[in-house]
C-alpha cells in the first residue's frame, strides 16, 4: 500500500524575510518520515489571508495531511486559524475546552481579547495540547495546525504524533567515501539506481578541509534492499580507488 | 513603484526528507530583500520532473523572478536543468562556453558524460558565474538556477546580484523587551500597525533561561516610517512595565 503524504505549510512573514531561521522542517519531514508519512512538498507562505486560505485549501486536496506551523500567536499578524476556517468554510468562533484551559491557566483579568483569538478555532477543531504554553493547536479535517516557536511546535506534534494513521516507514542506509568525485560515481550510481527503482538513491558531495568526498543515501520502505543498494554503492567505490565508510559523514 | 517579488525554489529529496537543514532560505530571503527584491513565497520540492516543471511555470508566471536551489549537479536525481528546459519548451542541449569552461578545467578524459550534463542548458540561457567548482548555473527568462550547496550557491548569487533590477531595500527596526508577554502587548501593537499600514510589524517572542520577552520587528522601504513605529512600540512596552531595548535580542 503507497505510503500516505504530508504537506508543510510555514506560514510567517519572519522565515520569507530572512529574519528567522527556519528549523520546523527538517524536525517534521524527519518524524514524519519516521511515521511513513513522507513529506511531499513545503511551502514558506506568509502572513496574507488570501494566500494562506488558497494555499491550505490547494494542498489539503492534494496531500493526505498537511502541517501547518506559525500563526497562532494572540498578535494582529497572527491569522492563520480564522484563514483555516475561512479554508474550510466554517465559523471562527470560541472553542469551548480551549478557552477553559486558558480561562483557568490565566490570572483575572489577563484572559484578554488578544489572548481569547488563540481559543478561538474553526468550528469543528479538534485539539492539539501544548504541554509548553497551554494555547492548543488543532486539527481539522486533515489539517493540523501548529505554533511556529519549535519548542512548542515539537511539544504538540509529539501529543498529535499518536493519532497519525502512518505507513511503512522510511529508512535510510548511507556510505560515504572521500576521493571519489560525484562526476565518477555517477554513471555507475544511475545504473545501481535504475536496478533498484523502489528506493530513493541520493548523492550529496561534502566540503572538509580535510577529505572533501561524496556520501549516498538509498532511501525506502524496504530496509534489505536499501542495504542492497548501499553494498552496489560500497563496491563501485572502491572500484573508483574510494575507502568507502559505512554511514553519513560526520557533520 | 512597487518593488520586484521573487520566489525560492528549493528542489532536492535530501531536504524534504530531513536530512539536510536548508539554510539556503534564509541566506537569499536577507539578500533579496536587501536588494528590494522581497521573498514571497518558498517552496521546496522533491527530484521528480513533473512536480518541478509544473512548478516553475506557475511560479515564473506569478513572481518577478525565481530563484531556484539545487538538482544541477552530475548524478541520476540532478534534473533541474532538463526540467527548465522543458517548462520554457525549449531544447536542452551543450551551452558552448559552459562546455568549453568545463572541458579546459578537467584533465583530459574527466569531462565524462555525467559531467558533460552540467554544460548541458536550456537554449537561450546564460550563465551564472561558479568562482567555487566551475559548472556554472544560468538565468532563463525571470528564472535563476543555481546549485544547492550553500557555499556554491552563494558564490552564484554574488555574480548574479549585479544583474538584477531591485526596487527600494526592505529596511527593519526593532526593539525588544523581557517580563511583557505577547498577549500584553497584543492590542496597542494592533492599533500601531493599523496607524502603519505600509509597514510589516512582526511580534516574535523569545524564550530564555534568565529572560524571555518579545521581539517586535518593523519591515518595510520607509525608514523614518519604521522608526517612527518602532519609538510608539518602544513606549508601549514602558507603559506596560516593560524595559525596552533596541533591536532584535541577542541570538
Redesign the interface.
Known amino acids: 500500500m503507497a505510503n500516505p503524504t504530508a504537506c508543510i505549510l510555514?506560514i510567517g512573514?519572519?522565515?520569507?524575510?530572512?529574519?528567522?531561521?527556519?528549523?520546523n522542517?527538517?524536525?517534521?519531514?524527519?518524524?514524519?518520515?519516521e511515521l511513513g508519512i513522507?513529506?511531499?512538498?513545503?511551502?514558506?507562505?506568509?502572513d496574507v489571508a488570501e494566500?494562506i486560505i488558497g494555499t491550505v485549501n490547494e494542498v489539503r486536496a492534494r496531500f493526505d495531511h498537511v502541517f501547518t506551523t506559525g500563526g497562532i500567536?494572540?498578535?494582529?499578524?497572527d491569522i492563520t486559524s480564522e484563514c483555516v476556517a475561512a479554508a474550510f468554510g466554517v465559523p471562527w468562533e470560541p472553542h469551548p475546552e480551549a478557552w477553559a484551559r486558558m480561562d483557568r491557566h490565566y490570572a483575572p483579568g489577563?484572559f484578554?481579547?488578544?489572548?481569547q483569538r488563540?481559543a478561538t478555532m474553526p468550528r469543528g477543531a479538534s485539539l492539539i495540547e501544548n504541554a509548553i504554553s497551554i494555547a492548543p493547536g488543532f486539527t481539522i479535517g486533515n489539517v493540523h495546525v501548529m505554533a511556529g516557536?519549535p519548542?512548542i511546535m515539537q511539544a504538540m506534534f509529539d501529543s498529535l504524533a499518536p493519532t497519525l494513521a502512518g505507513g511503512a516507514p522510511?529508512l535510510?542506509r548511507a556510505v560515504h567515501t572521500a576521493r571519489v568525485p560525484?562526476?565518477?560515481?555517477?554513471?555507475g550510481?544511475?545504473a545501481i539506481?535504475a536496478r533498484h527503482p523502489d528506493l530513493?538513491?541520493?548523492?550529496?558531495?561534502y566540503?572538509r578541509k580535510d577529505a572533501s568526498g561524496v556520501a549516498i543515501?538509498a532511501?525506502g520502505t524496504d530496509a534489505a534492499a536499501a542495504e542492497a543498494a548501499i553494498a552496489e554503492v560500497t563496491a563501485l567505490m572502491r572500484a573508483l580507488g574510494g575507502d568507502p565508510v559505512a554511514g553519513?559523514p560526520p557533520v
Chains 1, 2 share one sequence.
Open positions: 510555514i512573514n519572519e522565515v520569507l524575510s530572512g529574519r528567522t531561521q527556519d528549523v522542517v527538517k524536525f517534521l519531514a524527519t518524524r514524519l518520515g513522507p513529506v511531499r512538498e513545503v511551502r514558506i507562505i506568509p494566500t500567536g494572540p498578535t494582529h499578524d489577563e484578554n481579547a488578544a489572548r488563540m516557536v519548542r522510511v535510510s560525484e562526476g565518477r560515481i555517477a554513471e550510481l544511475a539506481q530513493d538513491l541520493g548523492s550529496y558531495p566540503y543515501v532511501k553519513e
